[in-house]
């Protein structure tokens, strides 16, 4: 992609599993957003995280970020079958009219 | 209202129709986008709409016409289309271009 990719590209994991993935982006950005897309369906936006910031909570998501190493990383815990679905990050730039560019995504399969 | 609508969910065009794609959101938003995302492939940005003026194309080819009647409403006008352009469009909007973007649907496009 533009900016960067994601790993892994897919993983499975059990029900009450954690769920780690990670984003390397590439220039300079504003903020970094990460979005669940179920299959053939529109993104679902989950948390943004600005540059200033190192991590940030929603529920059962954990987002940090790490502007000197570029990367941003997601975790969710305790997972279900529900959040079987792709997720994605986003990054948006002063630097690039703040448009948005995606990562590759992750494919999430949750056992039940 | 949280909600992005985008009409139809479904398209089968042959290469010589004109249809239009239709995205509307009653959220104030000034910032509206279209998006064409392949199969197992991230979102990719065609174009920005800021303040009802396009403000982004991203070197879209001119078989994609983008329009914005007013501050709710976002088409896209499609004439000429190729098989590679079936894919899935997404439409997003947003309070302005550094904010979270909301994403509908989807309308999946298939070129005969």
């Known amino acids: 992609s533009q900016q960067g990719e994601e790993d892994p590209q897919a993983l499975s994991i059990q029900e009450g599993e954690n769920a780690t993935m990670n984003c390397s982006y590439k220039t300079s950005i504003n903020n970094l957003q990460w979005y669940r897309q179920n299959s053939g369906r529109g993104l679902v936006h989950l948390i943004l995280i600005r540059s200033n910031e190192r991590e940030k909570h929603s529920g059962r998501l954990r987002v940090t970020l790490d502007t000197s190493k570029k990367s941003s990383s997601l975790l969710i815990t305790a997972s279900r079958a529900a959040d079987t679905a792709s997720y994605f990050c986003?990054?948006?730039?002063?630097?690039?009219?703040?448009?948005?560019?995606f990562g590759s995504g992750t494919k999430l399969n949750v056992k039940p | 209202d949280t909600e992005v609508t985008q009409t139809p969910k479904h398209l089968v065009m042959g290469m010589t129709n004109k249809k239009s794609l239709k995205c509307e959101q009653h959220m104030g938003h000034r910032a509206m986008y279209w998006y064409k995302q392949k199969a197992k492939k991230p979102p990719e940005l065609m174009f920005v709409y800021s303040y009802e003026k396009l403000s982004i194309n991203e070197s879209v080819p001119s078989r994609f016409s983008p329009e914005c009647p007013n501050s709710s409403l976002l088409n896209l006008h499609l004439h000429a289309l190729q098989p590679e352009d079936s894919a899935l469009y997404l439409c997003?909007?947003?309070?302005?271009?550094?904010?979270?973007?909301?994403f509908g649907p989807g309308t999946r496009l298939t070129v005969l």
């Open positions: 997003a909007s947003s309070q302005d271009s550094s904010d979270t973007q909301y």
């Open positions: 986003a990054t948006a730039s002063w630097d690039n009219f703040n448009k948005f560019y």
